[in-house]
């Protein structure tokens, strides 16, 4: 039979102070409830303003994506139409070569050269006209994007001073 003596230990507790009986434990009881219930009022601020901030930038983002979307999509159109005129000017010279015998080649192709430059121009500066108004967008979005952030600080921290739990935190298991 194996020896179990010398695994068993015997340990003595050392006493706190003696507590006298009904001597404030009502009253530390009440405290550490009242410290409890502050504790979870202030955690459920705080998961409110993380659920704020969360909130808030996903709508940025989102908005910032569909901005990135419109001008990818018209600077995709302005520069197949760019495409489209290049196409049309090479058949334009083909076929002034063939119409227009008296005049030089060279004479046409410079008209038809300086016709393709300051379309091409006008098509740089609708692609920069775009990108333009798409960082005007974008800079809005930052903007309101931050002062909806600081509206949600400003919010917690007025809750944690009244000590007032939001409203709209989990309405569906009603805190």
Same mark, same amino acid.
């Given at each position: ?6 695994? &068993? ?5 050392a ?30 601020? +705080?998961? #409110? !303003? ?8 996903? /709508?940025? &983002? +989102? +908005?910032?994506?569909?901005?990135a979307? #419109?001008? %990818? ?7 197949? !139409? ?8 090479? =058949?334009? $010279?083909?076929?002034?070569y ?6 030089? /080649? &060279? ?8 016709? /393709?430059?300051? =379309?091409?121009?006008? $098509? +740089? %500066?609708?692609? $920069?006209?775009?990108?333009?108004? *798409?960082?005007?967008?974008r ?7 931050? !002062?909806?952030?600081?509206? *949600? ?14 409203n709209? =935190? ?6």
């Open positions: 039979m194996p020896d179990y003596s010398k695994a &068993l230990s015997i340990v003595e507790q006493e706190d102070e003696p507590k006298e009986e009904g001597s404030g434990g009502s009253i530390e009881r009440d405290a550490v409830l009242s410290r409890l219930a502050t504790e979870k009022k202030l955690s459920l601020i +705080k998961a #409110w !303003e993380d659920n704020e901030k969360t909130k808030t930038e996903n /709508k940025a &983002l +989102k +908005k910032l994506s569909a901005i979307a #419109w001008e %990818n999509s018209r600077k995709a159109a302005v520069e197949a !139409e760019l495409k489209r005129k290049e196409v049309c000017y090479s =058949f334009t $010279v083909v076929a002034s063939q119409v227009m015998l008296n005049l030089s /080649k &060279l004479h046409v192709q410079e008209d038809l050269g300086k016709q /393709k430059a300051e =379309f091409t121009e006008k $098509v +740089k %500066n609708k692609i $920069v006209l775009l990108h333009k108004t *798409a960082e005007e967008k800079a809005i979005v930052a903007a309101r994007h931050g !002062e909806e952030m600081l509206r *949600a600080e400003e919010l917690a921290t007025n809750h944690r001073a009244t000590g007032l739990v939001p709209k =935190f989990l309405g569906c298991f009603g805190t």
